[in-house]
């Protein structure tokens, strides 16, 4: 099936899913959503989902792309002020509700609230969001081969990771490598953080050099065809000590203990938990402040989420990281993070880089 054919399925199962809410239409403004369900990857889009039909709304610069690229959605140039258009889209088919999402900027929803009059605004983000949390067999493949690139690149960090190197170094070498290997760039800043700043969980690189001793955090992702990956490893310059052993087997231990709840059904707050309880029993509760993982598509940080709050339930086809982390002020920190495949009768961990505590020794 081509892309075409998947975007017009999406269409679809949205298109059924906004009926039984009783909306008439779906206003669809969020970049990764467009994207998803149009296969249109520019900067300016809107789609205006109806009962029967649709709308693809673009500036003049995208305008031919579009037309060559959209397909089941008629392609409209945006030359109208902003609503004005919908409008009088709305009014040509009689929509008198229209669902939309959270991520609408705030003026952007003033103006609708404005120029549609007579048309109930609906938030129903959800309505996407639950489309996309489970992955097809398409988006599995170019995810994993962003997950592939990724690993590729971090092998290559770890044999400059020596005394001298500075954490910027090696984040701008980690982007230059992530194209080198295929991708489309990274899928997000990425993170280096070496002694005292490993204690940091989302610290930017600066120009703090490693030294021997340091734990050192890599966290790192890639992007291809629009599919990120997401995967953190933490090593030592030189040898480690016997608490940084202690610590990284306490984080791996509760990487593994959450990976192993991880199936179709399961509570995502109780993925949480098994790790979170894990590092309690050594007395580092205070030291892991963050969620246990987090969904990956389109997006690195996308639905579901893995913390103790959540109320969202696995289900199969999800793609999920596992990441648990020990933070020490002064002292540094370890984070593990891979992401796992929800299936039907339990995972599959999408990573294959090692997890063994790794040394960086010139020697």
């Known amino acids: 099936m081509g892309e075409s054919d998947i975007c017009g399925t999406r269409l679809e199962r949205l298109r059924g899913a906004m009926l039984r809410e009783h909306l008439d239409a779906f206003l669809i403004w969020d970049r990764a959503n467009t994207r998803y369900l149009s296969g249109f990857q520019g900067s300016a889009s809107l789609i205006c989902l109806l009962a029967e039909g649709g709308y693809f709304l673009t500036d003049f610069r995208y305008l031919a792309i579009a037309k060559d690229s959209v397909r089941h959605l008629r392609v409209v140039e945006s030359k109208l002020p902003p609503g004005d258009q919908l409008a009088r889209i709305l009014r040509r088919h009689h929509a008198r509700s229209a669902g939309f999402e959270e991520s609408v ?7 609708w609230r404005e120029k549609l009059r007579g048309v109930e605004l609906v938030e129903a983000a959800a309505l996407v969001r639950r489309l ?3 992955k097809s067999r398409e988006e599995l493949r170019l995810i994993v081969r962003a997950q592939r690139i990724a690993e590729k690149v971090l092998a290559q ?13 090696l984040a701008r070498a980690a982007v230059r490598a992530i194209e080198d290997e295929g991708g489309d760039g990274p899928s997000f800043d990425p993170i280096v953080a070496a002694g005292p700043n490993a204690a940091l969980p989302h610290h930017r690189p600066g120009e703090r050099r490693l ?64 790790a979170r309880s894990r590092i309690e029993a050594k007395g580092l509760s205070a030291k892991f402040r963050h969620g246990t993982g987090h969904g990956v598509g389109l997006e690195v940080h996308e639905p579901p989420a893995l913390n103790a709050r959540s109320n969202d339930v696995l289900r199969s086809r999800m793609v999920v990281t596992i990441e648990p982390g020990v933070y020490i002020p002064g002292w540094g920190g370890v984070r593990i993070e891979d992401m796992v ?23």
């Open 157 to 169: 960090l770890l044999a400059r990771c020596r005394p001298g190197a500075t954490e910027r170094q």
């Open 211 to 274: 030294k021997k001793g340091d734990l050192v955090i890599f966290d790192l992702g890639a992007r291809k065809d629009g599919y990120s990956s997401d995967m953190t490893r933490t090593v030592v310059v030189g040898r480690a000590t016997e608490r940084q052993r202690r610590v990284y087997r306490t984080v791996l231990e509760a990487q593994r203990r959450a990976i192993a709840r991880v199936r179709d059904g399961v509570a995502a707050r109780l993925v949480d938990r098994a």
């Open 105 to 111: 900027p705030y003026r952007v929803y003033n103006t």
């Open 341 to 363: 495949l929800v299936k039907r009768n339990g995972r599959e961990v999408l990573s294959r880089f090692p997890k063994e505590l790794i040394e960086c020794r010139s020697d």
């Open 132 to 134: 996309r949390e489970r």
